[in-house]
């Protein structure tokens, strides 16, 4: 045992060293502890089970055993997707490595499945030579109690430690602890019956064992299946996204939200409806904001914000309109007729047409700014609209800047 726990805090030792307020890093140093556990608590009554059970001649202790060398393998699978899960987005992983969790778990329910069938082969073997069974010795019993009373306990250490982190892997984990202790109480009662005299409970007992290793595994397996084929967030934690994003100033609607399960977490893609009339940067800035509050939800890896200025799943997209270099390039020219050369153009692409606003420099003066409304009122706008396909055209006067100087304070 000494030694065990030296490795265990070696293995540790970089990991205590982070911040402890990263949630992340929490997780995984729950991982490793809570898995660390297991592993030395597994390694001892695996050993037991299997020598006691081979001398005290009952299969279904032994088929316990061989669970409990299950379970031990499956902790190393943890602690190897633990750790690499926890590593950095890179060149072949843009989002990250949160998914080795969910092929571990993946990996865990097949071996499982495996396990669970094979102890029902041997179980149905041993039924069907039952006069060949020795008597079971009361030994057996003991060992049982023990090793139902250890994982019970393993379980709701577990358990409250994969809570408290928000960790799905562990929280299968610690479920898998509770299947232990359940094929534990099951041993128990068939040795307890094998002793009374009833001397077919002994593999019956070993049977169920399996089936419930076998049902097990097929859960864990189908969950981490359905998360690998891009498994969104129950309705629940969608609506929590949506909550976060219409609560953000400047969004007037949400659509076309989608959520994607990456281990733990998950990925959203929303598009947000915000004033079709506000600058890109602004509507960049409103996206950027929805974002932040999206990252709050511990549930949330990442969030791509898509800006539209209409609800593009309802409405037509405008891919039919002229594109503004052509647009630019008819106005000037117009302008240009009357020696005048535009400050600014404007476009609003919308599904119900365009929109063009055009801003002329600020007047040098009085006279000169009477003048330039003249020619502007000269110009046929409608004719220009009609030839921009535009829905409106307005035209503006920019005003004139003033500087002013704020006084200086000593």
């Given at each position: 045992m000494p030694g065990k726990m030296n490795v265990f805090n070696i293995l540790f030792s970089f990991h205590m060293s982070l911040?402890?307020?990263d949630p992340s890093v929490e997780k995984h140093q729950v991982a490793r502890r809570s898995t660390f556990v297991s592993?030395?608590?597994?390694?001892?009554?695996?050993?037991?089970?299997i020598a006691i059970g081979v001398i005290a001649h009952s299969q279904a202790l032994v088929a316990d055993g061989v669970h409990s060398l299950a379970d031990l393998i499956s902790d190393f699978v943890v602690l190897l997707a633990n750790r690499h899960s926890g590593a950095k987005p890179d060149a072949d992983h843009n989002y990250g490595h949160s998914r080795y969790e969910t092929v571990a778990s993946l990996f865990l329910g097949g071996l499982l499945i495996a396990v669970g069938v094979g102890m029902l082969w041997r179980a149905g073997t041993r039924l069907a030579h039952l006069d060949d069974i020795p008597a079971v010795h009361m030994s057996a019993f003991v060992v049982a109690a023990v090793v139902l009373v250890s994982k019970e306990s393993l379980f709701r250490y577990m358990l409250r430690e994969a809570h408290r982190v928000r960790s799905a892997m562990l929280v299968a984990n610690a479920w898998h602890a509770r299947s232990d202790a359940a094929s534990s109480l099951v041993v128990a009662l068939g040795i307890l019956g094998s002793l009374a005299g009833v001397r077919l409970l002994d593999p019956i007992a070993a049977a169920i064992v399996g089936f419930m290793v076998a049902r097990m595994g097929w859960v864990f397996g189908w969950e981490a299946l359905q998360d690998l084929s891009d498994r969104a967030l129950d309705e629940a934690s969608a609506d929590d996204v949506r909550a976060h994003l219409m609560a953000t100033p400047g969004?007037?609607?949400?659509?076309e939200l989608r959520t994607r399960k990456m281990g733990d977490f998950a990925l959203v893609d929303a598009h947000i409806l915000v004033d079709p009339g506000i600058s890109v940067s602004e509507g960049h800035y409103i996206a950027e904001s929805a974002r932040i509050r999206v990252l709050k939800d511990h549930?949330?890896?990442d969030a791509l914000i898509h800006v539209d200025p209409e609800n593009d799943a309802l409405a037509r997209p405008p891919v039919n309109l002229p594109p503004r270099a052509q647009i630019v390039s008819e106005i000037e020219a117009a302008f240009a007729a009357h020696q005048m050369k535009p400050l600014a153009i404007n476009l609003h692409y919308l599904s119900t047409g365009l929109d063009v606003e055009v801003t002329l420099p600020p007047a040098t003066d009085a006279g000169h700014d009477a003048e330039a409304f003249a020619l502007v009122e000269s110009l046929d706008l409608t004719d220009l609209k009609q030839k921009l396909g535009a829905r409106s055209l307005r035209v503006a006067r920019a005003l004139t800047s003033v500087e002013a100087s704020a006084p200086t304070r000593v």
């Amino acid at each position: 045992m000494p030694g065990k726990m030296n490795v265990f805090n070696i293995l540790f030792s970089f990991h205590m060293s982070l911040a402890v307020g990263d949630p992340s890093v929490e997780k995984h140093q729950v991982a490793r502890r809570s898995t660390f556990v297991s592993i030395v608590l597994n390694a001892v009554l695996m050993s037991l089970q299997i020598a006691i059970g081979v001398i005290a001649h009952s299969q279904a202790l032994v088929a316990d055993g061989v669970h409990s060398l299950a379970d031990l393998i499956s902790d190393f699978v943890v602690l190897l997707a633990n750790r690499h899960s926890g590593a950095k987005p890179d060149a072949d992983h843009n989002y990250g490595h949160s998914r080795y969790e969910t092929v571990a778990s993946l990996f865990l329910g097949g071996l499982l499945i495996a396990v669970g069938v094979g102890m029902l082969w041997r179980a149905g073997t041993r039924l069907a030579h039952l006069d060949d069974i020795p008597a079971v010795h009361m030994s057996a019993f003991v060992v049982a109690a023990v090793v139902l009373v250890s994982k019970e306990s393993l379980f709701r250490y577990m358990l409250r430690e994969a809570h408290r982190v928000r960790s799905a892997m562990l929280v299968a984990n610690a479920w898998h602890a509770r299947s232990d202790a359940a094929s534990s109480l099951v041993v128990a009662l068939g040795i307890l019956g094998s002793l009374a005299g009833v001397r077919l409970l002994d593999p019956i007992a070993a049977a169920i064992v399996g089936f419930m290793v076998a049902r097990m595994g097929w859960v864990f397996g189908w969950e981490a299946l359905q998360d690998l084929s891009d498994r969104a967030l129950d309705e629940a934690s969608a609506d929590d996204v949506r909550a976060h994003l219409m609560a953000t100033p400047g969004v007037r609607d949400v659509h076309e939200l989608r959520t994607r399960k990456m281990g733990d977490f998950a990925l959203v893609d929303a598009h947000i409806l915000v004033d079709p009339g506000i600058s890109v940067s602004e509507g960049h800035y409103i996206a950027e904001s929805a974002r932040i509050r999206v990252l709050k939800d511990h549930r949330v890896l990442d969030a791509l914000i898509h800006v539209d200025p209409e609800n593009d799943a309802l409405a037509r997209p405008p891919v039919n309109l002229p594109p503004r270099a052509q647009i630019v390039s008819e106005i000037e020219a117009a302008f240009a007729a009357h020696q005048m050369k535009p400050l600014a153009i404007n476009l609003h692409y919308l599904s119900t047409g365009l929109d063009v606003e055009v801003t002329l420099p600020p007047a040098t003066d009085a006279g000169h700014d009477a003048e330039a409304f003249a020619l502007v009122e000269s110009l046929d706008l409608t004719d220009l609209k009609q030839k921009l396909g535009a829905r409106s055209l307005r035209v503006a006067r920019a005003l004139t800047s003033v500087e002013a100087s704020a006084p200086t304070r000593v």
